[in-house]
């Protein structure tokens, strides 16, 4: 089964409030996550990364937290834009290793 | 744009035909890997080729191969085609081994198979 899921598939905001998406990981062994933003026809696109040393980044408007107890991560966007309407995929990689897994991803829709 | 070109964007193949994917990494980058993206799915991993050889691979039967080459482009080759191959094929290209690195994607190779 899937190791990384996320709570909601989609989301609807409004423009200029700030957006946050959940994701759950089950493998005790991730050391390293990453965010992308898919636009539609397009391929993923890196949005910001941690690793499990972390507990927190932050990037230009977004911000990633990460919380091992739990093993759960989000993504923060502040002042969502219509730009900002994409899916958000999480992802894994446990050990450092050669593959990422990928959630299912949650569909972003900021409405004006 | 990432740098990472992928041809042909968009193909329709019929069941038990083979098909061969093409990506041009970004410059600079010694690592392709290579995801399969089914509709209103996350990408999975395929293989991953560092330095002309496989270094990594995911649940994908052996119909699924690949080849890097020394320009450290690369294909990805699916024989005996199945229906439930039709998904949008992604390129990644990236700078080492592992996934550690930023990956950079390409716009994808979308396969139907009818």
Not at chain 2, 58 to 82: D, H, I
Request: with cysteine; glycine share 10%.
């Amino acid at each position: 089964g899937e190791s990384v899921g996320l709570h909601l598939p989609t989301l609807s905001v409004q423009e200029g409030d700030n957006s946050i998406i959940n994701c759950a990981y089950s493998n005790s062994a991730s050391d390293y996550f990453i965010w992308y933003k898919q636009e539609s026809g397009k391929g993923p696109q890196f949005i910001i990364d941690i690793r499990s040393n972390m507990d927190k980044r932050q990037g230009q408007r977004v911000t990633v937290l990460l919380n091992k107890t739990v093993k759960h991560l989000s993504l923060q966007i502040a002042a969502t834009q219509p730009g900002d309407s994409a899916v958000y995929f999480c992802a894994e990689t446990p050990n450092s290793g050669y593959a990422l897994n990928f959630g299912k991803g949650t569909s972003l829709l900021v409405t004006p | 744009e990432t740098g990472v070109t992928q041809s042909p964007t968009h193909l329709i193949k019929t069941r038990g035909q083979q098909v061969t994917l093409r990506c041009s990494s970004q410059s600079g980058h010694n690592t392709v890997s290579w995801y399969q993206q089914a509709l209103g799915q996350g990408p999975q991993f395929i293989f991953q080729y560092y330095r002309e050889e496989e270094n990594g691979r995911g649940n994908f039967p052996p119909r699924f191969s690949g080849l890097q080459f020394p320009n450290y482009s690369s294909e990805l080759n699916v024989n005996a085609l199945e229906l439930d191959d039709s998904a949008l094929y992604l390129c990644a290209s990236s700078l080492g081994q592992g996934a550690g690195g930023e990956l950079f994607f390409g716009e994808g190779s979308r396969l139907t198979v009818l």
